[in-house]
């Protein structure tokens, strides 16, 4: 068993807590001519070209059995005891991470952007996250390749796709622009939105390859 880091933004945080969100898809680096075959024994996926292999892949997100930590916008939040310098942090608003002693290196120690309601604070970015400040962990339970546009309602839903007044949306699109808020009558149409307002126009129609992976929440 592996642990990898993966990032999510606040809004998947958020359905990652609330139990909504049960796959991601993440764009395959590789070119790929056609679909690939799994070998399962080799845990690859392999291209086959004039029935030679012409390229080998390994998921970077792992196999199934694999662990991922999630990053997540953050803030660490020491105790206000004024031990170790904390006047200096200033409530650790200047986001010096490399300072936080080692009693207080645990996620019961951040504030996770997430689940924040209180004013703005100056949050260290997700990728910057070390694995100390981690809150959320998952089981990989499934890999797959397949085509963006594949993506069957089922799984659109299983993307964190919510629903409300009777209506599909992402809370993503409407945090990111107001304006942009829509209610689309099918899982796929929101989910497409979704990657779109990710990954700019066009990339749900330029229909790329997609590692699809499967998981559960771990306690």
Not at 13 to 37: I, N, S
Not at 140 to 164: N, P
Not at 193 to 207: F, H, R, T
Request: some cysteine.
């Amino acid at each position: 068993m592996k642990e990898r880091p993966i990032l999510f933004s606040a809004p998947m945080v958020r359905a990652l807590l609330d139990g909504t969100k049960t796959q991601t898809r993440r764009v395959v680096k590789q070119f790929l001519p056609c679909m690939p075959e799994h070998d399962s024994e080799r845990g690859v996926w392999e291209v086959y070209c004039d029935d030679e292999v012409a390229a080998t892949l390994l998921c970077p997100y792992g196999k199934p059995g694999d662990r991922l930590w999630v990053r997540e916008t953050w803030a660490p939040d020491p105790p206000a005891d004024g031990t170790w310098g904390y006047t200096a942090w200033a409530g650790c608003r200047e986001g010096r991470i490399a300072g936080v002693p080692e009693q207080f290196r645990s996620a019961s120690h951040c504030i996770h952007a997430a689940s924040w309601n209180g004013p703005s604070l100056p949050w260290t970015p997700a990728i910057h996250m070390p694995r100390w400040a981690c809150r959320l962990m998952l089981e990989v339970t499934g890999v797959r390749v397949e085509r963006l546009q594949d993506i069957s309602e089922a799984d659109a839903v299983a993307e964190g796709i919510e629903k409300r007044d009777g209506a599909w949306w992402k809370n993503y699109i409407a945090e990111r622009d107001p304006a942009a808020y829509t209610h689309l009558r099918e899982p796929r149409a929101s989910f497409s939105s979704l990657w779109v307002s990710i990954n700019g126009d066009g990339a749900w129609d330029a229909n790329p390859w997609v590692w699809v992976v499967e998981f559960r929440r771990l306690p």
